[in-house]
């Protein structure tokens, strides 16, 4: 439900606070005072496109905030947006510049236009003439139909869609396999290859770093001896040079000498002890490796054979033999798949058969259930023509059959005869701009009771019509609006009379404003749409009829 707008500098509109109410809500005025800004308000807030030409004439930008009542499935929603909703309130606002681009925000984060367009749908459904020629639209037909089914008929469309996808998936499987057999077959084969390769090597994981320093090892055996042979003579000395164990040793015997002067040098000398140790056990471990060190072309040559035959198989697959070894498991995952039944042609064949015979069986059963929805639909519809002045109107429903397609088994068609003596034509044709506004709204009505939407906005709905007719058209609003929250834009006073909370949208001069109307001033404000004088007693007079008759017609419809 909307509770509150507030607008900053959208087109006609300096600034204006709106309160919108439970029940229905009417916005009326003059002829160009912005009724349209309202809307155009409220849609920026649902993801509408923002044009900056919507922006008050000497304003950097345009502001629209709206707080909005969640629950439900528009609560749902936005927690899988990740908006989170406190005490079931949702504030939404929308920033569009002069100049740049415009700015989305829900519950104070920064988001996308798409996630309000998303939100929006669960949150209002707003109606207006062109929906007149979207109804015509086959789609737009099906769509009501399926929508005035329920829970349980929307179980079955989303059963015979699941089907439908499946058996799209299925074919186009079945046909990559055909197509590509003998892509297919050579993939196996080069990979059947690589993997047997792979394996036969028995890589290892880092082996292509091990291979290359064994490789430098036994290429420089002579440097690599000549580099221990001088740190061996660094560390143990020659006949006419002490080396650094002789060192350490002495450096030892003169600590070893202070300390009986002073205990502190005690520990110096027994750390430098801890040090000869350690350059011993280094000195037997450069003997060990130098003892080590032989020239082995044979290993050299298998080392370099190897390596050759690694970077072989590294070409196009990998870096390393680490990376090998990945791509060989990724290998042998692809070739299960491959080889796996399911990749099979023929297996695929099946499968696309019990597909589209889950399709055909799906189909049948939504078909079943359309077909009881649509005599439903044509009876409760022709039962609020009557009451909106087309008596003997008829609204048909006709299920065309047709091959199956991603939506069902049928066309879904709305035929109208608008009087006895009229045949039935599809909607759109041979009717009136009013005859067409009132099985909308009727079609609004009827369907309306079952959608989710909390909230549905009626853009001028009741043009073309006035009159009884109109007090008929209040009235349905007025029905409506005790299950939903429902705003009207309108004209007719007929309509306004029905409201539970009435704005009027005032232009004065280049600024329009919006306030509340009550009890004298709503008087006022319907004498001045019916055309009198707002002033006189006998408009006030008739305003006060029309007021107290609409409270008839609600209480009693």
């Known amino acids: 439900m909307i509770e509150t707008l507030r607008i900053r500098s959208l087109g006609v509109i300096a600034a204006a606070d709106l309160e919108f109410g439970h ?100 949150l209002v459904t707003i109606h207006g003439q062109s929906d007149q020629m979207r109804l015509r639209r086959p789609s737009a037909q099906r769509e009501v139909l399926d929508a005035f089914g329920g829970p349980d008929h929307a179980a079955l469309v989303d059963s015979y869609t699941s089907a439908w996808d499946a058996a799209v998936e299925a074919r186009r499987r079945r046909d990559a396999a055909r197509e590509s057999a003998q892509v297919r077959e050579a993939e196996i084969r080069s990979l059947e290859e690589a993997t047997q390769a792979i394996a036969a090597l028995d890589v290892h994981e880092g082996e292509d770093d091990e291979l290359r320093a064994e490789t430098e090892r036994l290429t420089n055996v002579e440097d690599l001896r000549l580099a221990v042979g001088r740190a061996r003579s660094a560390l143990l000395g020659a006949e006419d040079a002490p080396g650094a164990l002789d060192l350490v040793r002495g450096a030892q015997d003169a600590l070893r000498d202070g300390s009986s002067f002073d205990q502190d040098l005690g520990g110096p000398a027994a750390r430098l002890g801890s040090c000869l140790l350690e350059l011993d056990s280094l000195c037997d471990d450069l003997g060990a490796y130098e003892g080590g060190l032989a020239t082995d072309p044979e290993r050299l040559a298998a080392v370099h054979e190897r390596r050759a035959a690694l970077k072989e198989l590294l070409v196009g697959r990998a870096v390393d033999a680490t990376g090998l070894l990945a791509w060989q498991a990724a290998a042998r995952d692809r070739l299960q798949e491959l080889t796996a039944p399911a990749a099979d042609p023929e297996v695929l064949e099946l499968q696309l058969h019990e597909a589209q015979e889950r399709v055909l069986a799906a189909g049948a059963q939504l078909t079943a259930s359309r077909d009881a929805l649509a005599r439903e639909l044509s009876r409760a519809v022709d039962v609020e023509l009557r009451g909106l002045a087309m008596k003997g109107a008829h609204l048909g429903v006709r299920l065309a059959a047709h091959k199956p397609g991603p939506h069902g088994r049928e066309d879904v068609e709305f035929l109208l005869r608008p009087h006895p003596d009229a045949p039935e034509r599809p909607l759109g044709q041979g009717a009136s701009g009013g005859e067409l506004s009132r099985v909308m709204l009727a079609l609004e009505v009827v369907t309306g009771g079952r959608a989710d939407s909390r909230t549905f906005v009626f853009d001028e709905v009741d043009a073309g019509i006035g009159g009884r007719t109109a007090t008929e058209v209040g009235s349905r609003l007025a029905r409506l609006a005790r299950s939903h929250q429902v705003v009207v834009v309108t004209h007719l006073p007929q309509v306004a009379a029905f409201a539970d909370v009435h704005l009027v949208v005032d232009k004065e001069g280049a600024t329009t404003t919006v306030r509340p109307v009550r009890d004298a001033s709503r008087v006022l404000e319907l004498a001045r749409m019916m055309g009198g004088d707002p002033g006189s007693e006998a408009a006030r007079r008739h305003a006060l009829e029309l007021l107290a008759g609409a409270g008839v017609q609600q209480s009693g419809a």
């Open 23 to 122: 029940g229905l809500t009417v916005l009326t005025g003059e002829t160009g005072a912005g009724k349209t800004m309202v809307l155009t308000s409220l849609q920026l807030l649902l993801g509408g496109r923002a044009d900056p030409a919507v922006v008050r004439t000497g304003a950097e930008r345009a502001e629209v905030d709206g707080v909005f009542e969640v629950g439900g499935a528009a609560a749902s929603t936005a927690e899988e947006l990740g908006i989170e909703v406190e005490d079931g309130e949702l504030i939404v606002s929308r920033t569009v510049a002069q100049r740049g681009r415009s700015r989305a925000r829900l519950g104070g984060r920064p988001v996308p236009v798409s996630t309000l367009a998303e939100l929006g749908e669960e």
